[in-house]
């Protein structure tokens, strides 16, 4: 039954780690939604200000490209990527590529980020009207000064939600590394008793079982085989040792019988 029992060890100890690695590259999938995430978050920031430096170019005329980048920066980027955080869905990155992202489950960030939506939605509306104005008419000028009164406000709740997205993620990262530890201990718990009880109830009792054949081999029939281990190895002891009780006997037999042959010559 030892054997059996180790096996068993053995096979626990295998859906532990098979059990272990599956956390593992759920927690690494989770981890690299987690650095995508906030990386979008983190370029919001940038592209809050973008959008005020953007609509300063348009007033100067620096660049009559503004106009397209700003609206592209607002809607396709901006807006989009806002969407995508909060519910869910595709959003542009970095590189052009559109990646999809999964629905905000922390309540405390789905929370900060409905806070950015209601700020940003006055901010795009006087871009659009930014867009839609003369550079030197009134009305620009007017949606030029809301747009950088607002970017201040929208800007700080937006520095609230990737805060909340950086704490998130480092909680994610003690939680992997703490599931991680504790798979290890597991492991190695295990590992360590499979090692001491075969070590105590399999290779010692091996050990004894070779040296007691050798004896008996060289014709040592009045040692006793030691009954060490459990199981089939005990089994074994006792089997080789009824078998050196009857090599005995036989031999006591065989010598009793040779003096007596000597007797009657004699």
Known sequence: MTIRRLLLLAFIALFIYTLSAFVNLRA?????????????ASRQRMLIQQMRLQVLGIQIGENPAYRETLENTADAYFEQTLNALIAGGPALYVDGTTVTLPPTQHSE?????????????????????????????????????????LSPELLAQMDAAVRMY????????????????SFTAVLAAIALFILIVAERLILRPFVQLGAAARR?????????????GVGELSQ?????DDMRRGLAASAEAQAALLKLSRCLIS
């Not at 950086?166 to 530890?181: C, H, I, P, V």
């Not at 074994?236 to 080789?240: D, G, V």
């Open 216 to 228: 008996i081999g060289e014709g040592n029939l009045t040692t006793p085989v030691p009954a060490s």
């Open 236 to 240: 074994l002891a006792r089997h080789l």
């Open 109 to 149: 960030i789905l929370a900060q980020l409905e806070t950015v939506r209601t700020a940003w939605e006055p901010m795009h509306a006087a871009i659009h009207r930014v867009l839609e104005a003369e550079p030197q008419s009134e009305d620009f000028r007017e949606a030029a000064a809301k747009v950088e009164r």
């Open 166 to 181: 950086e704490e998130d993620t480092r909680r994610d990262l003690t939680g992997a590394y703490t599931n991680q530890l």
């Open 28 to 40: 690494l999938q989770h981890q690299r939604d987690d650095a995508l995430v906030f990386n979008l």
